[in-house]
């Protein structure tokens, strides 16, 4: 009688040590529009008994909850959501996060085109599909704020929203689009030049581009004006009073604008090499 019972007890030991909690859950849809927002969650966890669930909903109302049954979980807002479950019986716990396993389209097959990249001054056409109609944000710089491929100009770097609806549900679903404007605000002042006749760096000029206005001045060590021009094609040519200046090193101010309305002061020197 008791070899029978010292069996029966090794066995349940067995049995006991072997058994593994494992979480698991079922949503009662994954698939979510504007006219079906709400889910409800069911705890399939095997291999034990619970005593502690713990759930994570985020993008979700509301977000979390401790129960063996959540409540009617809602998404307002589109996009693809992770759900976790934690389990515990006391001794042992698991965890299960399935990812992107709520999926919330308003306007299922609504698409904006990736985000282009454009020098200053250039345009990019925009795109959306998958709605009736199209309404974008900020209307600024837009040939038609309300066309599927409208054509923007920005001068700076900015972020249009497009909210695409389809008339036949009434779902609407906002997406975004970035235009990066690159802007090559470049200036280059030579640190020497000869006016000696030769053909070859006879004339101090201020390059660049973009400007839309330039105030060029160039002052001898006494921090006498030699030259001044807001033309950025002229250059100084090494003359002061119709006489030549003399070889030395010279001080130059270039205050400039940009088209973009970016605005700054250099200074620096250049040497006048007879």
Do not use: H
């Not at 849809?29 to 889910?39: A, G, P, R």
């Not at 990066?180 to 000029?205: C, H, M, Q, R």
């Not at 060590?221 to 950025?232: A, I, L, P, Q, S």
């Amino acid at each position: 009688m008791k070899k029978t019972i010292l069996v029966w007890i090794s066995a349940l030991f067995i049995q006991s040590a072997t058994a593994q909690l494992v979480a698991d859950f079922a949503a009662s849809n994954t698939t979510l529009d504007c006219n079906s927002q709400c889910i409800n969650f069911t705890d399939l966890t095997t291999g034990g008994t619970p005593v502690l669930w713990q759930w994570s909903f985020p993008g979700a109302v509301p977000a979390s909850f401790t129960g063996q049954v959540p409540p009617a979980i809602c998404y307002a807002n589109d996009g693809f959501f992770d759900v976790t479950l934690i389990v515990s019986d006391g001794i042992d716990s698991d965890t299960l996060t399935k990812t992107a396993y709520i999926i919330k389209e308003s306007v299922p097959g609504a698409t904006v085109s990736p985000d282009p990249v454009i020098p200053f001054g250039a345009t990019a056409t925009l795109s959306a599909s998958g709605g009736t109609s199209y309404a974008w944000l900020p209307v600024t710089n837009l040939d038609d704020p309300t066309s599927q491929n409208p054509v923007a100009s920005p001068s700076n770097t900015t972020t249009y929203t497009v909210t695409i609806t389809d008339l036949a549900t009434g779902c609407s679903t906002t997406l975004e689009v970035t235009v990066f404007v690159l802007k090559d605000n470049n200036i280059f002042i030579p640190t020497a030049f000869s006016p000696n006749a030769d053909g070859y760096n006879e004339v101090l000029y201020l390059r660049g581009n973009n400007f839309q206005s330039v105030l060029f001045s160039v002052y001898d060590r006494w921090g006498e004006k030699v030259f001044e021009t807001n033309d950025e094609s002229r250059g100084w040519d090494g003359n002061y009073k119709g006489e030549k200046a003399v070889a030395g090193v010279y001080t130059y101010v270039a205050v400039l604008t940009y088209a973009d309305g970016f605005q700054q002061t250099i200074k620096g020197q250049t040497a006048l090499v007879r």
